[in-house]
């Protein structure tokens, strides 16, 4: 009688899988009319033009001579001193696969009132790791868009041999070992128009103006978004760096980074990729906060909302006996 169950529950999680990715396939495969491709107005594009804003600090030869399998670009301020030490002490560390070149870049903007002391402290963190970007940009949560198109710009423009980028957040756990046994896991297409993460397939405008996420009419007037990766971190080859920058020369300027790149992407005909196993069941770019669980950290590319003592702490434990779960 058991196996009998037992049979008939493996039966029903099959066809459910097979439902499941039949639905993905099917949205993935949909077509939709491309955005119409006129350029936008000169004052729009200056917003986020690279030619708009100058570097404070950059690195521009940290590229030359190699050719990194993947590249980290992480936005933060300038006052985040604490989670760039987390990041160098945990996921972002020099040399964590042997014989995998993986570069990580913080990106910053500059604060609304200037902090001669912050200033002269990151001047001096750049000269010993060499991994800060700073350019002239108020860094602000509606200027997310402008300094993520200005990391599509400098992977373009100094970093065009690598084979993937990732653009991801400060208080993300990344299962590094895991993201790279991914990619190497990917058909060869991965290496062009790729780009994957968390994909948001139904989202709407949000027209109430109390709310984070607000939008105007005047600003998008469209009744959908086409679909888009969340911004707390995707991956994507390097060729598309160069084709989003060209791309938003289309799309008018909002002030969701996110859905910014999917217009963009939706421009060029791109779509993004799921990144899930087990016939879609586990969504393995996890942007909800899960409780500490090292075997289930396991299991996914990334996890969300962790301070940087947390990070560092729950660093520590999950390298210890990682390969075990």
Not at 27 to 55: A, G, W
Not at 230 to 249: M, N, P, Q
Not at 280 to 290: A, I, K, P, S
Not at 308 to 324: A, C, E, G, M, V
Request: proline share 6%; with cysteine.
């Amino acid at each position: 009688m058991r196996k009998r169950w037992r049979y008939k529950l493996l039966k029903y999680f099959a066809i459910a899988g097979l439902i499941t990715l039949v639905v993905i396939l099917a949205f993935n495969s949909t077509i939709r009319p491309s955005l119409p491709k006129t350029p936008v107005p000169k004052e729009l594009y200056d917003v986020i033009s690279p030619s708009t804003y100058k570097f404070i600090l950059n690195q521009p030869e940290l590229c030359e001579n190699r050719r990194p399998f993947l590249v980290l670009m992480i936005p933060l301020t300038l006052k985040d001193t604490e989670a760039r030490t987390a990041i160098r002490r945990t996921w972002g560390q020099d040399g964590l696969i042997p014989l995998v070149t993986i570069l990580h870049l913080f990106v910053i903007g500059q604060p609304a009132q200037s902090d001669p002391v912050l200033q002269e402290h990151l001047v001096r963190e750049s000269k010993e790791y060499g991994d800060i970007i700073q350019m002239d940009f108020v860094d602000s949560y509606h200027n997310l868009t402008i300094k993520t198109m200005m990391i599509m710009n400098w992977i373009a423009t100094y970093c065009q041999g690598a084979g993937y980028a990732m653009k991801i957040d400060a208080d993300i756990f990344l299962n590094v070992h895991y993201l790279v046994d991914y990619l190497h896991e990917q058909s060869e297409s991965s290496g062009k128009d790729y780009i994957t993460g968390s994909v948001i397939s139904d989202a709407v405008p949000n027209r109430d103006s109390f709310n984070k996420w607000y939008i105007s009419e005047d600003l998008y007037p469209d009744s959908w978004y086409p679909p888009y990766v969340s911004g707390a971190a995707y991956v994507f080859s390097v060729d598309l760096a160069r084709k989003i920058s060209w791309a938003s020369r289309f799309v008018q300027p909002i002030p969701l980074e996110d859905v910014y790149v999917g217009l963009c992407l939706h421009v060029l005909g791109v779509k993004p990729v799921y990144a899930t196993k087990f016939l879609g069941f586990r969504n393995l770019f996890e942007v909800r906060r899960l409780k500490y669980e090292r075997c289930t950290f396991a299991k996914h590319i990334i996890v969300n909302g962790f301070n940087p003592q947390n990070l560092i702490r729950i660093w520590h434990d999950f390298q210890k006996s990682y390969f075990t779960c």
